[in-house]
């Protein structure tokens, strides 16, 4: 069995020892060693990383059978005796988030009566989940954890991590008490927060650094809390701030002044979207009106017939309807492309059924489809030239003056 030396020290980066047992674990070369300083995954904290003879290491475990701690390499090692460390930017970086994490959970405790439930230390994010629906935890709430939290760090409490006496641990708060078999492992961050852990943390609470929330999510009848603690709330800060620095440039603002120019911008593209339509239908109108007084009604009645290389179906079906909106008129219009489309209407006094003279033209074209009803017809999706589409038209009329 491994000595886990991580217990009573976790600072300690570099040291030497012995390999008691050379293994083979998913295929990989692994060691186990008499004393260790690294650590196996466990309670949402990640597996340390390092080297041992100079050979990475690519996992630590915890074998069930005899919880002996197998250290998974990218080789074998030769030596017995080995030198060992640690790859100490990781593992400060986890003992910064898991240490902020005791007491993020006890400062969501203490706000708004919030137990944490579970915890996870990923590369990208950390997040621990509450026994509480999002409504419970109000933004209000949240800064009221995050203060209490970040005086926690400001006190400088000394973190303590030892396996108390059961006489001594029954007089203990635990925040939680969990069902384990042997000795517990208390960590104490001052009077301030007493929880059951196996992991590594850091010797005060300055070493934690700020405490930041930047996210929280429903999670089905819990709530999960995105944070960032140390460096990573450094990085997070940077980034939002150069995003943000970046935005006021764009907008030749200040910062605190985006808000207002988004708002802006994006109530000109509404105004503008607005306009746009109006400029296009007043554009239709014209165009319709154009088109009725270039083809004079004959004995009250006329047929406009248009094959357009490429045009939007609203456009075609606004186009349409304008037109039989005057006596007497037919319109057959149509438009080529990939999906080429073709738009009969006529106006109310015209007895022919727009359908029913619509679908051949669509056969003509080949495979497209078509609906409406007797006054407005529509249909198409098939791939058609305008020769084509000129075509089918004409055909259309030949038939209507029949
Ligand atoms: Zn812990």
Redesign the pocket.
């Known amino acids: 069995m491994t000595q886990r030396l991580y217990y009573s020290d976790s600072y300690t980066r570099q040291f030497a020892a012995r390999v008691i047992e050379h293994l083979t674990v998913d295929g990989q070369s692994a060691v186990v060693l008499d004393r260790s300083f690294f650590y196996p995954a466990s309670?949402g904290?990640p597996a340390d990383r390092g080297t041992i003879g100079g050979v990475p290491v690519l996992d630590v475990t915890v074998r069930e059978s005899d919880k002996a701690v197998l250290h998974v390499l990218e080789r074998p090692v030769a030596e017995s005796e080995a030198a060992c460390e640690l790859d100490w930017a990781r593992r400060f970086d986890a003992m910064q988030q898991?240490?902020g994490?005791?007491i993020l959970s006890q400062a969501f405790l203490r706000a708004a009566n919030a137990a944490t439930i579970s915890f996870h230390l990923g590369g990208d994010s950390v997040t621990i989940d509450l026994d509480v629906e999002p409504a419970r935890l109000p933004p209000a709430a949240l800064e009221r954890a995050e203060e209490v939290a970040n005086r926690a760090v400001t006190g400088n409490l000394p973190v303590r991590a030892w396996f108390p006496a059961a006489d001594e641990l029954a007089t203990l708060p635990l925040r939680k008490t969990p069902d384990v078999d042997g000795p517990l492992r208390v960590?104490a961050i001052g009077d301030f927060d007493f929880?059951a852990?196996?992991?590594?943390?850091v010797a005060a609470t300055g070493e934690v650094g700020l405490i930041k929330i930047i996210k929280t999510e429903k999670q089905k009848k819990a709530t999960r809390i995105e944070f960032r603690c140390g460096a990573r709330a450094l990085a997070d800060y940077g980034r939002k701030n150069a995003l943000l620095t970046q935005l006021a440039a764009d907008f030749s603002c200040g910062v605190p002044e985006v808000p207002q120019a988004v708002s802006k911008l994006r109530d000109e593209a509404q105004a503008a979207r607005k306009d746009l339509r109006a400029a296009r239908e007043a554009v239709m109108d014209h165009e319709a009106q154009t088109l009725l007084d270039s083809i004079p009604a004959v004995d009250g009645r006329r047929v406009i017939r248009q094959a357009y290389p490429q045009r939007d179906m609203a456009e075609l079906r606004g186009l349409a309807a304008r037109l039989a909106a005057a006596a007497g008129t037919v319109a057959l219009l149509g438009a080529a492309g990939e999906k080429a489309q073709l738009v009969f209407a006529r106006a109310d006094d015209v007895p022919v059924d727009m359908k029913a003279l619509l679908l051949p033209a669509l056969a003509a074209l080949g495979s497209g489809r078509g609906g409406g009803d007797a006054r407005l017809a529509q249909g198409g999706g098939m791939s058609a030239p305008w020769e084509a589409v000129a075509a089918a038209l004409q055909q259309a009329e030949n038939e209507l003056r029949k």
């Open positions: 309670g904290q898991h240490t994490q005791h960590v929880n852990c196996g992991g590594t943390h």
